[in-house]
């Protein structure tokens, strides 16, 4: 059993950053990827970023391609967003996810998730 706890999410000014954290129980969290989704308001969630088991692979929508980050420390059982140049559009709720196969493609395809953490960018 994997439990997820997302926090970092606030309001800031378009042009900010802000860095996400996905702190994770469970000793099996470094084998497990890792998908970053958010869902604005009246929209479905959207996929936004993942990593593997390691952070060696990853993959961006290209919505926030060249502006997110995604890392991990398996040391402390936590993947991080690092979110810069942020814009009005990417006002969500974020939710990290984790599954063991390292196979997931959607959202549905995730075993675990945490409760969301609000990120507001303000014009």
């Known amino acids: 059993q994997v439990q997820l706890v997302e926090s970092g999410g606030g309001l800031v000014q378009a042009g900010g950053s802000l860095r996400l954290s996905c702190a994770a129980s469970?000793?099996?969290?470094?084998?497990?990827?890792v998908g970053w989704f958010r869902q604005a308001p009246g929209k479905e969630r959207e996929f936004v970023s993942r990593?593997?088991?390691?952070?060696?692979?990853?993959r961006y929508a290209d919505s926030v391609k060249g502006r997110f980050t995604i890392s991990r420390d398996n040391a402390k059982n936590t993947v991080y967003l690092q979110m810069n140049n942020l814009k009005p559009e990417d006002t969500a709720v974020y939710y990290c996810a984790a599954e063991p196969r390292g196979t997931a493609e959607l959202a549905r395809e995730y075993n675990y998730w945490g409760q969301g953490t609000q990120v507001t960018v303000s014009s």
């Open positions: 990593c593997n088991w390691s952070g060696s692979n990853t």
């Open positions: 469970g000793r099996t969290f470094s084998t497990y990827a």
